[in-house]
């Protein structure tokens, strides 16, 4: 009697397991291409799970675009696409793959979309799963990712030379890049020049530019005479189509630091007496400051090949444009010295107009005579000292005679 309960048991056990439901769950989904863009397609994929240990028979899944009350805008299903699918039996703890092709309205605007991927059994309903599509509209975007040069001097020309990317998620062409309106209006009509204007063509053009791909642009400028040396933004105007060929316009801007420079040289105006090997001499030294700019806190070094220097280092200060000064250098020379061509090496430091240190160096080529050269110079000059001397005795003979006819 026991043994005949307890295989009804059992028996019941095992139908009552039978006829335990499925519960189909939306485990995962995913879509391609992601972002979604405006009249663009998607392939939307969703993993249909069977969270239970019992059969889930005759399962069925269905994508709804709205919810109670709201828009199916703006997506609609491809045509041939069901909106309902059947999964037909999926057994426990089993996953069943269903995809759809969707349309995305022409007129989507930038944002974050929602439909709901329900799923049930024998055609009824049972759980509604909300998914969120992200919709951003296809189009070429540029960005000036290189410029050089990074500085330019007042009153020159420079090349600007740019390297453009496309940073966006869709082709661009007819690429026109220049510098924007050169020149301002004021209320009162009076027209302000900029400082710095392109020079000869104003914009450089690229054909193309595909996703991610870089390319060089070229625009010519003028630093003008007037302009202040400082730190410029110069702005960039750029104009592009995409595929649909509808235009955009943008502005990037670009740094460039503007110099007035100080350009320094420097020569030799006396050496007295002549170099020549051991004996002293006294070197002149002009320095002049050809350049616009302003040479501040002026420091200059001497050395030399064929002497030493009683002082070598000297501070000048400031030297303004077109402006100069002197020193003496007041040479030993070796009596091992040989004679011939040899070399004075000055070296000027100075900060220009932004503080920055800069560094001249100079190489002056110097005679050191031998003691025969010399005394060959000297005679050459002897005669005229000679004839200078004989007219001043004749001049004072003359005085002393006439004079003292005179007292007589």
Do not use: C
């Amino acid at each position: 009697m026991i043994s005949k309960n307890f295989a009804v048991i059992l028996g019941v056990l095992f139908f009552a397991a039978l006829a335990v439901a499925g519960n189909l769950e939306v485990s995962s989904t995913n879509y391609d291409v992601a972002p979604a863009s405006p009249g663009g397609t998607i392939i939307l994929w969703a993993h249909v799970f069977n969270n239970s240990n019992g059969i889930s028979e005759k399962g069925i899944v269905n994508l709804k675009f709205k919810s109670a009350g709201g828009s199916e805008f703006p997506f609609s299903l491809a045509i041939g696409e069901a909106a309902q699918k059947n999964l037909g039996n999926v057994l426990a703890n089993q996953t069943a793959l269903v995809s759809y092709k969707i349309l995305v309205d022409p007129k989507t605007p930038d944002g974050s979309y929602t439909l709901y991927i329900e799923t049930g059994e024998n055609s009824n309903i049972e759980k509604s799963t909300p998914i969120s599509i992200i919709v951003l509209k296809r189009k070429p975007a540029l960005m000036v990712v290189s410029s050089s040069p990074t500085s330019a001097e007042i009153g020159k020309t420079a090349s600007l030379q740019l390297i453009l990317q496309n940073t966006g998620n869709s082709n661009a062409l007819n690429i026109s890049i220049g510098l924007a309106e050169d020149r301002t209006v004021t209320t009162t009509g009076i027209i302000v020049e900029r400082d710095i204007v392109p020079l000869g063509a104003a914009f450089s053009n690229i054909k193309s530019l595909k996703i991610d791909e870089t390319a060089s642009a070229q625009i010519p400028l003028m630093i003008n005479p007037s302009a202040t040396a400082k730190a410029y933004y110069i702005p960039l105007t750029l104009t592009f189509y995409d595929e649909n060929r509808t235009k955009y316009t943008q502005t990037e801007y670009v740094g460039i630091k503007v110099l007035d420079n100080a350009e320094l040289g420097a020569s030799i105006s006396d050496i007295t007496p002549l170099l020549a090997a051991g004996q002293k001499s006294a070197i002149t030294v002009d320095i002049f400051n050809t350049g616009t700019g302003t040479a501040k806190y002026l420091t200059l070094s001497a050395k030399a090949d064929f002497a030493t220097f009683k002082q070598g280092n000297f501070f000048i200060g400031t030297l303004n444009s077109d402006d100069s000064d002197n020193l003496t250098l007041n040479a030993t020379v070796p009596i091992t010295e040989n004679a011939g061509l040899h070399t004075l090496e000055i070296t000027m430091k100075f900060k220009n107009e932004f503080g920055e240190e800069q560094e001249i160096v100079q190489k002056i080529p110097v005679m050191l005579y031998t003691p025969a050269e010399i005394a060959s110079q000297t005679s050459q000059q002897t005669p005229w000292t000679l004839y200078l001397i004989a007219i001043l005795a004749i001049v004072g003979i003359a005085y002393l005679i006439f004079g003292r006819k005179k007292k007589k």
